[in-house]
């Protein structure tokens, strides 16, 4: 069974950094794709980066793009992201989740983990 | 940039058929996938590829896509459906995944 486990969440003031990591098992890890997702208070789903099953590729959305990092340990069957000069704004859920299928992306979420919350605020 | 509109909320009685309709240019020619998420809850993928059901969700859930709309149809409505629906495509130009802003349905 695939299991998504975020971790790293908490309190944290605007300018700091926060390093969120999502630890998986139940499938080969370094088969598929992932992503990280976020949904503010009150507001919808928002795609925040994705990273290839090998990590040779990554995609930002134009909010954190330069900010945040999407990175992953296939030795360690865990994926990360690393936050940093962060916002009031990136208040949210955070959700780590698996391509449905192996190799290639192609934006069908199958897996998702159960989420971490992180608030900005001084 | 492209663009999904959704409706902000669709309320329907127990047992009656719900339709959740998602708005983009051309959708038809994207694959749409859909995703329920309840308060407290990971979002849960219903339908994928526009029509195909995952392991698990009911023949109750259904789809169609055609010129500028996706519909997400949701059969003989039970109170356990109540939930935000989120309709999502491949975003090209950002090589990303692209949500719609959320239909919240209301289950009478």
């Known amino acids: 069974q695939v299991h998504l486990v975020e971790s790293g969440g908490g309190v944290v003031q605007p300018g700091r950094s926060l390093r969120l990591s999502c630890p998986a098992s139940g499938f080969t890890f370094s088969n598929f794709a992932l992503h990280w997702v976020r949904q503010a208070p009150g507001k919808g789903l928002e795609s925040l980066a994705l990273i290839s099953y090998d990590g040779s590729t990554e995609a930002y959305a134009d909010s954190v793009r330069g900010r945040f990092t999407i990175s992953r340990d296939n030795s360690k069957n865990t994926l990360y992201l690393e936050m940093s000069s962060l916002r009031v704004e990136d208040t949210a859920m955070y959700y780590c989740?698996?391509?449905?299928?192996?190799?290639?992306?192609?934006?069908?979420?199958?897996?998702w983990g159960q989420g971490v919350l992180v608030t900005v605020s001084s | 940039s492209y663009v999904l509109t959704q409706p902000p909320s669709v309320s329907v009685a127990p047992g009656k058929t719900a339709k959740i309709t998602c708005g983009g240019n051309?959708?038809?020619?994207?694959?749409v996938h859909w995703y329920q998420k309840r308060p407290g809850q990971a979002p849960m993928l219903v339908l994928l590829y526009d029509v195909d059901r995952p392991s698990g969700i009911p023949e109750r859930f259904s789809g169609s896509n055609s010129g500028d709309t996706a519909t997400l149809t949701i059969s003989r409505v039970e109170a356990g459906d109540e939930a935000d629906y989120y309709c999502?495509?491949?975003?090209?130009?950002?090589?990303?995944?692209?949500f719609g802003g959320g239909t919240k349905l209301t289950v009478l």
């Open positions: 051309n959708i038809v020619d994207k694959s």
């Open positions: 989740a698996r391509e449905k299928s192996q190799g290639e992306a192609f934006g069908v979420l199958e897996h």
């Open positions: 999502q495509v491949w975003d090209g130009a950002r090589d990303l995944p692209l």
